[in-house]
């Protein structure tokens, strides 16, 4: 079982009307759907959707990089989604010729211009073609997937030998998406999400909210990036007015109130952060990075070299030998399991006894481990586990804080107070670093609950920039234009290298830290041509936690919803 107020259970809600789901002016947003409908019954000839979903972007508020090592993180989904339509046009009986013609799986876009549309075979084997970087491989890794989880629940031959699947003629899908694509608000999830969604209800088929969140985790994976499963969760288990604790392992949503006297503001830095393209060098290598460092923290605790290489995450092994995963614990360890600095591959075969990295790695059979083996001789591993510890420390912290505990309390933990004690000090929140000794130059003792969150994110963007080294110029240098405006706390979200950063401020001021940040920021790229100004209201805006995904009923005489 997840945490109580979890939704994995629960089945990916069909919407009654557009106001369970948007906020927004219900005239612009049904406007849009009756747009891709239209975009649909031109690009298929007449066909008319069978089902209509829709799945959100996210903005992790904090938890970075630390999904993939098991532990939670705290994100919301944002009124930015994806809307797909999706029919299916089966054989006719007994038509020889429609019998043996291969069945297609018909994908286009709603901007044909800018995402081109393309056609594959309906085979779920097929392989994604992870060079390419088409839009619609996100789409082939949702239809993969849904295989994927069939197959997993024993159910894959029956499926594929139901009548109905055999008479798959043509899967006909039309996508429109608002989600800014490289801006760290996780427009590829929202696709898979929404197209996985919409693919299950047009097969007929029913997964809980849990499973979906799943099994698109995995079937992302498909396109070349090993990420961990937060925003597959948050896109699916997004729920208005809450922000989401997601838990790994099993797979949870829990419930996190936001202050009420607090916004939370999204800028674009406009550094594009291709996820896929770059992932050897950035998402992937730290993958890497944190699995080695997970490997030589057991050899420390005194695992056997071949035991040790079958760790995969930092949190596996902080749970089995540090004081049942007490994050203190685990970071004292970092300091003396890992070397400061880099280690060369060599090192890591040869002095700390790993034998060959590839094996470890299965690069045979997983390419996107097989090119950062091949692109990259050097791997940081002792300030990516303490980003990953301490960063856990931070959701932990964050969501006591929005629970309503003081400050001053949310900290606790045998480790920490022993700490305390030794050193004469008060406990306290929000230590980024693995030394408490060091690193009471953050403290948060006597402050409110708003400042304390801000701190905590504030924190978490250092953290990102010092040791996980995720962040770039232009992320600094937005997150400062948010502080000198006057916004309590501002951090990068996302994967970094690119895209958001997510600030969070007093709600009688945000409009004009909008202003502000406008002009210190904005201005002199819309000048230079770095940002369009006609894209002014998706590069900078409010936010607040929305709706996830939802099916909606198409009608085809009356609209959208009825
Ligand atoms: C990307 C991944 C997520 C997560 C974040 C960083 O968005 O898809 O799984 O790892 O980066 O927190």
Known sequence: MGAVGSKQHARVPKASKLSDVYDDNEN???TRYDTLVSAFKTQFEGEKPKTITRSPGRVNLIGEHIDYEGYSVLPMAIGLDVIVAVSVALKEEGNVEEDEAEATLSIANVDGEKYTPKEFPFDHEQEVDVKSHHWTNYVLCGFKGIFDQLKKQNKLESVLESAFMKRVKKVMVMVDGKVPLGSGLSS?????????????????????????????????????????GMDQAI??????????????????AMDVPLPTN??????????????????????????????????????HYGEDIEKAKTRVTLREVADLYCNKGDLWTALGAVRKA????SYTKKQLENDEGLGDLRKIFDCENNEAFNVVLQKNDTFKLRDRARHVFSEARRVHEFQKICEGQSPRYAVSGPIYEHWCKVIGLVPD???ASDDPTKDFGHPMYGMGKEDALAKLMHLSHESCKTQYECSCDELDELVDAFMSAGALGARLT???????????????IAEEILADVKKSFYEKRFQSGVANIADETNLLFKTAPSAGAAILHYDDEKGVIV
């Open 28 to 30: 612009s947003v049904a």
């Open 188 to 228: 590829s999830s929202a696709l898979n999400c929404a197209v996985t969604v919409a693919l299950m209800d047009a097969f007929e088929l029913s997964f809980t909210k849990g499973e979906l969140s799943e099994l698109t985790c995995l079937s992302e994976r498909y396109s070349g990036t090993q990420s961990g």
């Open 235 to 252: 896109s699916i288990m997004g729920e208005k007015d809450l922000a989401k604790r997601i838990d790994f392992n099993p797979i949870g």
């Open 262 to 299: 607090l916004t939370f503001l999204i800028g674009n830095s406009c550094a594009v952060s291709k996820k896929a393209e770059s992932a050897h060098k950035h998402y992937n290598l730290r993958v890497v990075e944190c699995r080695l460092a997970a490997i030589l923290m057991a050899k």
């Open 338 to 341: 890992l070397n400061e600095g």
């Open 429 to 431: 929140v929000g230590v």
């Open 494 to 508: 996302g994967a970094g290298w690119g895209g958001c950063v997510v600030a969070v401020c007093e709600s009688d």
